[in-house]
């Protein structure tokens, strides 16, 4: 394993420790693994291999995610998965799900750096996501258990409530990072 | 000017708060709760402006949103803002207000010349009279410009910020007047997510000015107890100062929230504005209504006000707008007004009725309290000179066509009229909802919804207590239950008030011809009158649309709210139709102004106005001085200046140390996009235009993509890193593009192809490493690699270890040197960055941009797609026909390669260019001729698309595209510039370096 001291996170230029009183919490989770895994589900071997791999099938209702241990599954699209591993195993769960996927139509591709999770809790998590993101975050209707592909002001991300309520956690890009970060924090002055 | 008009008690003003301000260079001082229209008003001041083409003298009107006269400049310099609507500004501390179109000065106006000649300039007159003679219309403009101005827009940047915000929510209702209020409330009570905005500081809307009780309490009690219990809903959101200003498709709502107007400079913070941008299952649209002015001669003098706009001075404002009032009226609510002044104080001379009797309990009540009222009367002029003093008064024929008798002079200083009601049905209309024509009520009610939408109280024509909150109620519980709650609330209890019909009044007969006598307006901020519209009918404009166009009535910043139905009333009349068939113009977002600021938001400045992409090594860029450049959302380094280099010097110097010993360039930004799957060879055949399926594994291709019409799309190499498994590169700019373009062949044309795509663009970081000391460097930092040039050739790929990291490193080269281009994942890309340019420092490893990058590769002549093409050039065009395969049967554009167009000799070609002196550099994008000389317009031969000095050819090099370009090796061409400079070059091959490519393959 290379050494993980050695990684730079895409917010290096950003900090979210001094933001204003009322403002959410910012905090990012760096160097996770994500894998992005296409197949077809109509193919039970398909299906097989990743229950083995993952320990759970992948989920095949649209906006949902699974977790299974340290494993969690969004849903991106009808033959395509987020696979999101704790840092340092996206590797070896990329050379499992090759061995099992051999003979199977799929593709597994690492693409842990390229991504990176933010969350954002705290009383005005909603308000500061809302202030460029577009859908509908109340927790009647984007629950835990589920998840979107959205953006915020002008880059893409993926949003999952989380579990306890205290607010989302959302996956961006690593080019686009550093602007989200920016406009995050520009939008934070609404909270002094 | 400080005569005091503020009454002894009441109105919902803070008489404990003073507020000082300035009109005009003028000090006055209001209240707290005021406006600045009823803060003007307070201090005797009526006359606020000119008008906008003949410069009369023009008073505050309404009270509301509507307002076409009372529009103001606040402050100056970077907090100016231009045409406020002084009914609508909340008054503060140190306000400065000015008059719009005055000039020099309000009371001395010398533009008011124009208002002498006004019968020479009807509607249309500046378009047949200032287009003629053509060459003088820029003058005219210039001084039509200044003289028809309204007010200035800043100079300076807006120094405010401005904020955006999305919601959802089960309700929304528009309109915090009782209507509003009750159907959140039955919403909200059910427990649906309910948003309630109403643009004005206080809910409450029209009420607030009323005496009247629902559920046996005062309505201002009603209020205020209302809006506590919906503020303490949790899924309740209230915005005051929020107009809803466009309703959009997929009941898609903007509303613009004023979050600082209302306080002194001094205490502005953060946000200025807030567009919310919301999405409602259901809306409630309860806007309210607006009542019309009566359209007679001189009905625009200072001292003529709404109806209904004099009794909320009065009773909201504690404001007398006069001493002695005549009222002039076609129905019945304005005989409330007559009984609100009475209780102010205010002297009521006569209440003129147009309709020949009133009887109602209302008019009565007026009656009884000793008040005259003159039935079967009408205003036919207004006599004073910046102000009303007096008004003439005579008989009108019962059905209201003409006037007799003998005039009455009855003196006045305040004219209070009302010609009915229109329901507010800008957001209806602008939702799909065609507004339909009610002859009874004489009102554009809304039409029937197209969208989840329903209008409530007055904006349903609805004018009386009672009817408007049963209906809200019910819309309330309707829109609850739609949503799947539970409600049944019932209406908040009010009395009925019965009234009689209007008669229907949209000018008062003149005593003149047409075009004769004193105007009477009929668009006060635009100046159109009467006789504009009867003269456009005239000249054959019928259609209300072009009428609006020709006349200019309603196209000023009020949008003719209050001007327009009487527009549309007298063009009917003027045709013989009926109002029906006249229809209106269409109602457009915005409702209200909205400021540019709002619209923009945070999405403003380098940072934040567009995405600005990074690097994995963008700080270390930063660090080391890089000047950057934009590719496509990139931020590149574009070159590194040491000590105050400029960007010649420091190209140059990046240049040479590269061909010289080894040079280091950040190119993560190139699109990857890895293709997996059986078909993935077969899939690359179709999409590329050379042969993929016999490409050995561990090796690289480089490749066009063509679009359907044959032109190059985009380029780049691609490995082979499995059988099944591809990993492509595309341009910086193309990226998305290409992974959409081949997604849909994927999805729409090959859908049985097993091949899946995944962008990695943001997970590779790369460093291409290049010039001949290249070797040295990657060999000493990636383990595992077999460098020599026997076993690691040119266009071959190679998986190695920098310490413990897996790297992949591809021989690929774009500047004609030998090179790597190092790939790590991105969250090492900086720790990669770092050991080559350690173990490049015995070298002098130069890290360089994109600006020697482009220099490098001209010198031998490879194309950049998107700067030496632009859509229109063929592979065959670059001259690089080797590039596509005889073999196969097919690949995207193939076809097109034979049309007679790109089959043409002639077609532009890629050619290089020397100029004949060696420092001249053409500028990129300059046309080329073949004799200067020529009579114009002279014959293109072609134009320049890449274009630099070479340090390493010592001469400028050039690639151009020039017709029949590939058969003129050697022959002349002219660059003639803008400044009579011509340039004399001559034409070459594109490969101005190392020709034989020895270096490359070394």
Known sequence: MPDLFQQHSPLVQIDFGELQDNAPTIEETPFLGYLNLRGKTSNMAFVAAVLKVLGVEPPTTANTMVESGDYRIYWLGPDEWLVITPTGQAGKVQSELNAELKDVFSSIVDNSSGLTLLKITGENATKLLNRDCPLDLHPWVFKPGQCAQTRFAKAGMTIAPLRDGSGFEIIIRRSFADYIGLWMQDACVEFE | MSKNYRLAEGGRINREHTVNFQFNGKSYSGFAGDTLASALLAN??????????????????????????????????????????????ELYDNLDASSVNCWPSLDFDLMSINSKFARMMPAGFYYKTFMWPKSMWMKYEHFIRKASGLGE?????????????????????????????????????????????????????????????????????????????????????????????????????????????????????????????????????????????????????????????????????????????????????????????????????????????SSSELANTVRSAGIEVLNGSAVVDTSGGKHVSSVKVMNLAADGKSVSGSVKNISCDLLAVSSGWSPVVHLSSQSGAKAIWNDDQAMFLPGTPTQAQVSVGAANGTLDLKNSLHQAALAGNAAAKACGFDSDMAAPSAEALASEAILPLWQVPSIHASGRGPKAFVDMQNDVGVADIQLAAREGFHSVEHVKRYTAMGFGTDQGKLGNINGMGVLAQTLGQSIAETGTTTYRPNYTPVSFGAIAGQNLGDELFDPVRKTAMHAWHEENGAEFENVGQWKRPWYYPRNGESLDEAVNRECLATRESVGILDASTLGKIEVVGRDAAKFLEMIYTNNWMKLEVGKARYGFMLGEDGMVMDDGVTVRIAENHFYMHTTTGGAAGVLAWMERWLQTEWPELEVFLTSVTDHWATAAVVGPNSRRVV???????????????????????????????????????????VNVPANYGRYMWEELMQAGAEYNITPYGTETMHVLRAEKGYVIVGQDTDGSVTVEDLGMSWALSKTKTDYIGKRSLNRPDTLRKDRKQLVGLVTEDPKTVIPEGAQLVDNPGAPMPVPMAGHVSSSYYSACCGHSIAMALVKGGHHRTGETVYAPLANDRVIKATITDTNFYDKEGAKANA
């Open chain 2, 153 to 357: 827009s800043p100079r300076q940047n807006d120094p405010d910020r401005y904020e955006h915000a999305h919601a959802h929510c089960d309700l929304l209702v528009v309109g915090g007047g009782i209507a509003g209020l009750t159907a959140a409330l039955a919403a909200g009570r059910a427990g649906a997510r309910v948003m309630l905005v109403d643009e004005q500081a206080e809910f409450g809307g029209l009420t607030l000015n009323s005496h009247a009780q629902i559920e046996g309490k005062s309505a201002s009690q009603w209020i205020e107890d209302t809006v506590a219990e919906l503020q303490a809903m949790e899924e309740v959101t209230l915005l005051n100062r929020a107009t809803a200003f466009g309703y959009h498709d997929y009941n898609f709502l903007t509303v613009n929230q004023r979050l600082t107007d209302h306080l002194p400079l001094s205490e502005r913070k953060s946000g200025r504005e807030k567009v919310w941008q919301i999405r409602a299952h259901q809306v409630v649209l309860a806007t309210g209504a607006a009542e019309r002015p009566l359209v007679f001669a001189n009905n625009d003098r200072p001292g003529v006000m709404l109806a209904s706009a004099v009794s909320t001075y009065v009773n909201r404002y504690a404001v007398k707008p006069g001493n002695r009032v005549v009222i002039f009226t076609n129905n019945d609510s304005a005989y409330q007004t007559a009984l609100d002044c009475k209780a102010a104080g205010i002297e009521i001379a006569v209440v003129v009725d147009a309709r020949a009797q």
């Open chain 2, 779 to 821: 060999s000493a930092v990636c383990d595992g690699i077999d460098f020599s040039a026997d076993n690691f050739k040119f266009m071959d790929s190679r998986v190695g270890k920098i310490g413990d990291l897996e790297c992949r490193v591809n021989r690929i080269s774009f500047s004609g040197e030998l090179a790597y281009e």
């Open chain 2, 44 to 89: 005797g001041v009526h006359m606020v402006g000119r008008s906008w083409k003949y410069h009369r003298p023009r008073g505050i009107l309404s009270a509301g949103a509507e307002e076409p006269n009372a529009i103001f400049q606040l402050e100056k310099g970077k907090y100016t803002v231009p045409n406020a609507r002084g009914t609508q500004v």
